[in-house]
T-cell receptor, first 112, second 117 residues
Framework: SQKIEQNSEALNIQEGKTATLTCNYT??????LQWYRQDPGRGPVFLLL?????KEKRKERLKVTFDTTLKQSLFHITASQPADSATYLC???????????FGTGTRLTIIP | DTAVSQTPKYLVTQMGNDKSIKCEQN?????MYWYKQDSKKFLKIMFS???????INETVPNRFSPKSPDKAHLNLHINSLELGDSAVYFC????????????????FGEGSRLTVL
């Protein structure tokens, strides 16, 4: 069966360090993988998209990698700040399938 | 101006009742979606419409009926509410079906928290 798993339900990181979140998938051939941020009581907000033929994508302090051999994406936040505290969701869609499926999410807390 | 707006934000009702959640987007997008987020924060697609036409219909009970009067609106009607329907329902939109994936521009509303007693 198809699964998208994010490494941990909750992750605590000291301010200023790099936070690394993991997204693993099973039985997908994703065309794209996306990362979203969700704050409590709010809807998810798109952050980054990486295509299956791309290894890495950056946006300011954010970096996403995509390894289709390992079936894994890593999401990094460098120089983390308390304002980065939120739940982060990965999502992907198979080739030819318009349905975007979300992972279970990781609740990230940056400790001052 | 809010891009994707849902009403109501909170809805508390008794089992067996019928309720509706409305969604409107002012982004000029062609595709709209309903997602359900359960108590474990798992976000699951329910339906998507492209230009008022139903495109994705996941395994959702028949008690859930989406209606799209025009491409800027996608409403969700739920009949005979059950305890398990309690969740946060998110409406989302994207420019074209498929472009949500190509460009990552899936815009979500703030959610409607439904509590069934």
């Amino acid at each position: 069966s198809q699964k998208i798993e994010q490494n941990s339900e909750a992750l605590n990181i000291q301010e200023g360090k790099t936070a690394t979140l993991t997204c693993n998938y099973t039985n997908y051939s994703p065309a794209y993988l996306q990362w979203y941020r969700q704050d409590p009581g709010r809807g998810p907000v798109f952050l980054l998209l990486i295509r299956e033929n791309e290894k890495e994508k950056r946006k300011e302090r954010l970096k996403v990698t995509f390894d289709t051999t390992l079936k894994q994406s890593l999401f990094h936040i460098t120089a983390s700040q308390p304002a980065d505290s939120a739940t982060y969701l990965c999502a992907l869609a198979d080739f030819g399938n318009e349905k975007l499926t979300f992972g279970t999410g990781t609740r990230l807390t940056i400790i001052p | 101006d809010t891009a994707v707006s849902q009403t109501p934000k909170y809805l508390v009702t008794q089992m067996g009742n019928d309720k509706s959640i409305k969604c409107e987007q002012n982004l000029g997008h062609d595709t709209m979606y309903w997602y359900k987020q359960d108590s474990k924060k798992f976000l699951k697609i329910m339906f998507s419409y492209n230009n008022k036409e139903l495109i994705i219909n996941e395994t959702v009970p028949n008690r859930f009926s989406p209606k799209s009067p025009d491409k800027a609106h996608l409403n969700l009607h739920i009949n005979s509410l059950e305890l398990g329907d309690s969740a946060v329902y998110f409406c989302a939109s994207s420019h074209h079906l498929g472009l949500a994936v190509n460009t990552g521009e899936l815009f979500f509303g703030e959610g409607s928290r439904l509590t069934v007693l």
